[in-house]
């Protein structure tokens, strides 16, 4: 499989002082990669760079072989769809009209939408469990649910790359099963490349083919799930105690956190 996206040597952040120190990553076609890492130290800033939501203050991000930054955006977006952390719509349109959005990049500016787009809306609220909400207003729906929504957004993009920066941050653990499911069917069936930022580090052992670990703006370890979450990386990256079994049902790494405090027992 090819290079869809490649950086090289970024540097970047909001201030003079650079966030993201050096990164050179290259990510293949049908890749599932995992961004893992202490708070503040760059994970989404990372993200941001090599979606061209930032611009890099050195280095360049190449999309399939172009340079992201020269191509113009309708073009980039038929090709990447990115989840934000937090998104707000201060509009309120119904979910059947945010999602009808992620169809933009593929109409020309006078052409309507057709049929092949509202079938492919309708599946990508069938896909993530929305199709009942179509109606409702994005501004009455719950953290949970909205996520869901701005995820139907992306499906409907038909991307070919898909950044999330923490898309089960507000999801119920019956939601983010279902959603990291579907991210693994999507990437199977379809060759999705998936790209996620997120904090369990045991969801990304289970789903992840590659995991990389970021520091201070910096890779600190990149590889496979069983090479990267070993509990001597762990410590050392999250100052904090774990022992690192395996998953008896899918022999994945499983990270059991260890306590430091006393509990208070009563008599």
């Known amino acids: 499989m090819g290079i869809i996206l490649e950086t090289q040597n970024i540097y970047g952040g909001y201030t003079k002082e650079p966030v993201i120190k050096g990164v050179s990553l290259k990510i293949a076609e049908g890749d599932f990669l995992g961004i893992l890492g202490p708070n503040g130290g760059g994970k989404s800033t990372l993200l941001r760079l090599m979606s061209r939501a930032l611009m890099p203050s050195k ?7 172009k340079d992201i930054f020269k191509m113009n955006a309708k073009a980039v977006a038929k090709k990447i769809a990115f989840i934000p952390q937090i998104t707000l719509i201060n509009f309120s349109f119904t979910v059947y009209e945010i999602v009808l959005m992620g169809r933009i990049p593929h109409l020309s500016r006078t052409a309507p939408e057709t049929k092949k787009d509202f079938s492919i809306v309708e599946e990508a609220l069938r896909l993530t469990d929305t199709l009942h909400l179509k109606n409702r207003k994005i501004d009455t729906l719950s953290a949970g649910e909205c996520q869901r929504v701005i995820m139907a957004k992306a499906f409907a993009q038909e991307p070919a790359l898909l950044f999330l920066d923490e898309p089960t941050s507000h999801l119920d653990i019956g939601h983010q099963i279902q959603m990291l499911d579907l991210l693994v069917d999507l990437n199977c069936k379809n060759n999705l490349t998936v790209v996620v930022v997120l904090h369990d580090l045991n969801l990304a052992s289970e789903y992840c083919k590659k995991i990389i670990l ?28 774990v022992v690192v079994n395996k998953n008896p049902v899918t022999d994945k790494p499983h990270v059991l956190l260890i306590s430091r405090g006393k509990q208070c027992r009563k008599n």
């Not at 280095?59 to 072989?65: A, C, D, P, S, W």
Request: charged share 25%; proline share 3%.
């Open 59 to 65: 280095g360049n991000t190449e999309l399939l072989g």
């Open 214 to 241: 970021v520091s201070s703006g910096e890779i600190f370890k990149e590889g496979s799930p069983e090479e990267v979450l070993t509990y001597q990386n762990i410590e050392s990256l999250y100052k904090t105690v």
